[in-house]
Each structure stands twice: as C-alpha cells, then as structure tokens.
C-alpha cells in the first residue's frame, strides 16, 4: 500500500509569491490535515479536510488556505508569502471516521519551505 | 493556556542501554495522548496513543505510560538501537478534535555505538 506522498518535496519562494503543495492520501482514507513545523513552534496544526469539506482550523491567518478533491486528495495554499513562512508543512492522512480525530494519522516526508 | 512540555530537550545514550521521555501537560479537557517518532528529514510516525483509562501501552521495545491525574507521560525505550536516533514528540488532544492538537517540542534522541 502506497504511503502518503507530498509534492514538491523541496521548494523556494520570494517574499510576496504564493505557493500551492500537494498532499495524495492513503488509498481510501478520507482525512486530510495539515501541520506547519518549524524549529522555533514546533509542529502547529493548520487545518483538516475530510470529504471535500473542512473539517477543523487552526489558528493561523487567511493567507493559508485548503482545498480537498473528490479522490482525497489535498491542496494547501499560501498567498503573500512572508519570511516567517519558511518552513516544512507535513500532511497527514487517516481513515477520518472519527470526528474527535483519534484515528491514526499517517505522514507524508513534507514539503520543505524556503521563502527569500 | 494548553501545554505540553518534554524533557529533556536531547539526550545522548549508548546503544544498548535503556532510556526514558517525559511528557507533562496541562491541557484541558482531555481525550488522548500520542506518541510519534521523527527521523530527520522525514514526518512523524506514530508510536502509541493512550486514551484517559489507559495507564500503559506498548509498541515493540516502545512503552509509553500515562498518568492522567498528575498529567504526566513517560517514553520508556529498552535495549536502544542506532535506529532509535530521532526526535520524539509528545502531542495530547482535547475533547473537540484536531484543532484542539498541542504538541510538545520534541526530545531529540541521539543513540551512539
């Protein structure tokens, strides 16, 4: 069974870009979540999909979004980038029939940030 | 404010010897605590995850413990391998799902032939 994959792996930006990354599930599993982590916060949740609809927020700005396909698959995307954006941004996927989210979620490699 | 927060911040160990992660937290209400390990470069596996009536689980030569009255976690690792070498993060959920996540910082284990 094909884990969790993440596109691009490796990505650089300038101050002002936006950027879109990808997130393909595990076949069959349903939720999608987000995680921001960076070595000064750690690992921070951004948001959770589950059937083309968000599920849960965290608290981070608009300039973040998501977006779920019909096949479970992910999109998240940052406008205006800021340096402070720079960063790995894991997903995770899980079977998502549980709402209070204590199904196990399963990581892709992340896609590592660099905004200049 | 929920917290959690993980000691030590690194360790070094010979490999072979056994080591132990703390876990303390202050979130409120309370539904699970996870385990996950992180290998440089790579994202977060999951280890254990214990519920409130759950006092100890065990994944191998991975056991984890919980104590919900004082909030308190322990990793306990046995007989530690050169592959054991990644961070270990601590993250408890409350009551409302994934956006009640808090993650603790990690401990960055280092094991050594």
């Known amino acids: 069974k094909a884990g969790v994959t993440q596109t691009p792996r490796y990505l650089i930006k300038t101050r002002g870009q936006q950027v879109t990354l990808s997130c393909s599930p595990i076949?069959?599993?349903?939720?999608v979540s987000w995680y921001q982590q960076t070595p000064g916060q750690g690992l921070q949740f951004l948001f959770e999909?589950?059937?083309?609809?968000?599920?849960n927020k965290g608290n981070f700005p608009g300039r973040f979004s998501g977006r779920q396909f019909s096949n479970s698959r992910s999109e998240m995307n940052v406008s205006t980038l800021e340096l402070g954006d720079s960063a790995l941004y894991l997903c995770?996927?899980?079977?998502?029939?549980?709402?209070?989210?204590?199904?196990?979620?399963?990581f892709g490699p992340g896609t590592r940030l660099t905004v200049l | 404010k929920n917290q959690v927060e993980q000691s030590p911040q690194s360790l070094i160990i010979l490999e072979g010897k056994n080591c132990t992660l703390q876990?303390?937290?202050?979130?409120?209400?309370?539904?699970?605590l996870r385990w996950y390990k992180q290998d440089t470069g790579r994202g977060p596996v999951s280890l254990t995850i214990?519920?409130?009536?759950?006092n100890t689980k065990s994944n191998g030569r991975y056991t984890a413990t919980l104590d919900a009255d004082t909030k308190q976690s322990s990793l306990h690792i046995t007989a530690s391998q050169l592959s054991d070498s990644a961070s270990y993060i601590c993250?408890?959920?409350?009551?409302?799902?994934?956006?009640?996540?808090?993650f603790g910082s990690g401990t960055r284990l280092q094991v050594q032939p």
């Open positions: 999909y589950f059937s083309e609809t968000q599920r």
């Open positions: 214990m519920t409130f009536s759950e």
């Open positions: 076949s069959g599993h349903r939720s």
């Open positions: 993250v408890v959920s409350g009551d409302t799902g994934r956006r009640a996540l808090t």
């Open positions: 995770a996927s899980s079977w998502g029939g549980d709402a209070q989210g204590t199904d196990t979620q399963y």
């Open positions: 876990c303390n937290y202050t979130v409120s209400p309370f539904s699970n």
